[in-house]
């Protein structure tokens, strides 16, 4: 089952399990769309695989399966620009 991270953990931006901007890979390292298309060039920093969207979790399985609450920030060369 996906973690459903609740971050992206470049530039910490809240990615709710209802949004489409999460972008995650196979190990389900979580960005959000801008930063997977603008400073990441669609691939992950942290294993080099494919970003692809995060399918969204039907809202009546979050109360049985909820998302982590577990922030996860990294810096990543690529995204020093963003953190500053
Ligand atoms: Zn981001
Ligand atoms: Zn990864």
């Known amino acids: 089952m996906l973690v459903l991270r609740p971050n992206c953990e ?7 399990p209802e949004s489409d901007l999460a972008r995650i890979c196979t190990f ?4 959000c769309a801008d930063c997977t298309e ?7 920093p942290n294993c080099g695989g494919d970003l692809v ?14 998302a982590s ?6 810096p990543h060369a690529g995204c ?3 953190l500053g």
């Open 10 to 16: 470049c530039c910490d931006r809240d990615l709710p």
């Open 69 to 74: 609450t577990e922030r996860v920030t990294k």
């Open 38 to 44: 603008s400073v990441l060039g669609g691939r992950c």
């Open 28 to 31: 389900e390292c979580t960005f």
């Open 53 to 66: 969207r995060r399918p969204v979790r039907p809202a009546a399985l979050l109360a049985k399966y909820p």
């Open 80 to 82: 020093a620009d963003v």
